[in-house]
């Protein structure tokens, strides 16, 4: 028997809730595959995967039958305690990728604070307090902590908070010579996207990871991937790190880890992670079994050759179609990312126009998002059907016709 809910609205969002967020005017209901239904019926098709999180699409049995038999066995129990789904899904995460520890947590934020604490105290043990400087990218985002957005090159999110975290410089994306330049053998680590996604879909250069590993070595600092948003499959590898062949020292993983469920993940080695002994960082969800069932469920589906390679099927059949769009309609300048993950660069008519663009397919019943002003990001599930793929395009094609008709 369905629990009977008070009625609510968009509008009372403006009312109850904090305005740091300026959702939809529909509200979504329900889900099933790469589908979505409003409290109006309304059907839409799901490029935005929640900002690339529902990896399996909405309602995934395999997902729902995980979720549904822990939460018949048990919900939580703290670090006071371990449980085995967190102990199956830190062997699986161990077994498919360099790491050899795994710290979870709740979100990409805190992976990511997790990762920089780590860098931190290892240099801070091996090498003494002066190793402590950290190197990020200009236009990178790594979550909305105090830590994450002050190692996030974007002022936009770290300005007007009072003081930031001390020892962060921020050099050019996939400029070699700027790195070179900036470290130090006071860097303690050097943090990068394998793909910048929040700063408009822009994968990295292989030759420029390359130089960063190495550079990292020289100076005795730690390469850490942030693969968030670029993880569990949405490159058509596991990881992204995987596909350029280059092998960080701290890795973090959400997003996509959890499909759905929150739950992030600080993948390491374990001659880092001696360092974070009992008592130096916690957090009371970290491994819950909840989400730890369905980390576990997301990656029995996910690192499978059917799914992986699938996924670069599904590039393929998305990016020759918006090639397409973006040439008939002289929309896009650049279709790039890897995998699932795609960008569109809009061409300079349309600069600053993403949003528009975002509105108008939402009313032709698409969602997609944004990276930044300028890109059109699609991160549907790795599991879409060809069939939505081309329905969603044809839609966002209509999107776009009556944009340059209005
Ligand atoms: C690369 C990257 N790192 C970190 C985060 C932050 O993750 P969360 O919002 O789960 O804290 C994001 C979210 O967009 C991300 O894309």
Redesign the pocket.
Known sequence: MSVQHDPVQRADFDQVMVPNYAPAAFIPVRGAGSRVWDQSGRELIDFAGG?AVNVLGHAHPALVKALTEQANTLWHVSNVFTNEPALRLAKKLVDATFAERVFFCN????A?EAAFKLARRVAHDKFGPEKCEIIAAVNS????TLF?VSVGGQPKYSDGFGPKIQGISHVPFNDLDALKAAISDKTCAVVL?PIQ??GGVLPIDQAYLQGARELCDQHDALLVL?E??TGMGRSGSLFAYQHYGVTPDILTS??SLGGGFPI?AMLTTSECAKHLVVGTHGTTYGGNPLACAVGEAVIDVINTPEVLEGVHVKHRRFKSKLEQIGQQYGLFSEVRGLGLLIGCVLADAWKGKAKTLLDAAAAEGLMVLQAGPDVVRFAPSLVVEDADIDEGLARFERAVIKLTQA
């Open positions: 900002i979100s990409g934020a805190e990511n985002f790594h979550g909305r994450t996207e996604g929040e942030d968030v948003q959400a997003k992030g």
